[in-house]
Nanobody, 113 residues
């Protein structure tokens, strides 16, 4: 059974940083493209960043230059390093095996002073 578990969310002040982690179990992680998504209350879920099995990355315009996605295949983990956080980055962040129905439960990120 494939399972994705996110961690690392929390409350941070504007301009601060957080690193999210998503551990994938029950799958051949290294072959999967992975993605981070976010959903704020009352809004649609948006793609934040994706990374292919080969390490190619893609970012939404609203996080370019601030967020970095990476992966550690040995640890079956995908990361999202978030710097220069803004209040509008407040959302539930979830990871996904791209083109699949496998999602984590999400982790709350709140950016507020």
């Amino acid at each position: 059974q494939v399972r994705l578990v996110e961690s690392g969310g929390g409350l941070v002040q504007p301009g601060g940083s957080l690193r999210l982690s998503c551990v994938v179990s029950g799958s051949v992680f290294s072959t999967y493209a992975m993605g981070w998504y976010r959903q704020a209350p009352g809004k649609q879920r948006d793609m934040v960043a994706t990374i292919t099995s080969g390490g190619r990355t893609n970012y939404a315009d609203f996080v370019k230059g601030r967020f970095t996605i990476s992966r550690d295949n040995a640890k079956k983990t995908v990361y999202l390093q978030m710097n220069s956080l803004k209040p509008e980055d407040t959302a539930v962040y979830s990871c996904n095996i791209l083109a699949s129905s496998y999602w984590g439960q999400g982790t709350q990120v709140t950016v507020s002073s």
